[in-house]
């Protein structure tokens, strides 16, 4: 089936440090991937959606300036976490499908954590 | 817009237990329908779809049929095991094709 790795799984840094967070899709090209912010014990905020060679589209209320999204290829993209602070702390998923309409299959997420 | 409503958790059963999970809709057109789950540490893992009315999707045991009268989607299991213990995820994709839609989730805790 379709396979999504992201990476890491797992950081934890200090206050001011950028975070890259890796997100491929292994065995299908992905036109579209989505990148999702999880707070504890509740559901999905989905962040912004990123078409390969096109600037992703954000959601309103989050700050483009602060979560790069980079969508290079078909089965890469990334998402910075610039001068990240205590309040990013989180867990990013990302996901990628090949076409609308289609399943998305998620990565199995990144736990940030700012110190 | 598009909204899904799943039943808060969490839900807590015994081993062998008939598991549903409400879920229900709201939407433009024809929308597919979608049951994630997340286990512990981990991302969302389909568990299964269905595209048009009366569609039934299963898989692991899990079933739920698209009801466009009463606009739902609810997820049932006949005999729950330890390992089932997840939050379980409603989403939906509308007419517009492009963003998941998901319900609040819903913790179920399986117990021996």
């Known amino acids: 089936g379709a396979v999504v790795s992201q990476h890491p799984s797992r950081v934890i840094c200090k206050s001011g440090t950028s975070v890259k967070i890796e997100c491929r899709s292994l065995?299908?090209?992905?036109?579209?991937m989505f990148w999702y912010r999880q707070f504890p014990k509740k559901s999905l905020m989905l962040m912004a959606t990123s078409n390969e060679g096109s600037k992703a589209t954000y959601e309103q209320g989050v700050e483009k300036d602060k979560f790069l999204i980079n969508h290079a290829s078909l089965t890469l993209s990334t998402l910075t976490v610039t001068s990240a602070h205590p309040e990013d702390s989180s867990f990013y998923i990302c996901?990628?499908?090949?076409?609308?309409?289609?399943?998305?299959?998620f990565g199995d997420g990144t736990r940030l954590s700012i110190l | 817009g598009d909204s899904v409503t799943q039943m808060e958790g969490p839900v807590t059963l015994s081993e062998e237990a008939f598991l549903t999970i409400n879920c229900t809709y709201t939407?433009?057109?024809?929308?597919?329908l979608f049951w994630y789950v997340q286990y512990p540490g981990e991302g969302l893992q389909l568990l299964l779809k269905?595209?048009?009315?009366?569609d039934k999707g299963s898989n692991k045991g899990f079933e739920a049929t698209y009801r466009k009268e009463t606009t739902s989607f609810h997820l049932e299991k006949g005999s729950v095991q330890v390992s089932d213990s997840a939050v379980y995820f409603c989403a939906l994709i509308g007419a517009a094709g492009n963003k998941l839609t998901f319900g609040g989730g819903t913790r179920v805790l399986v117990k021996p």
């Open positions: 065995d299908f090209q992905a036109t579209t």
């Open positions: 939407a433009t057109g024809y929308p597919s």
């Open positions: 269905a595209t048009k009315a009366d």
């Open positions: 996901s990628a499908r090949t076409q609308e309409n289609q399943p998305q299959h």
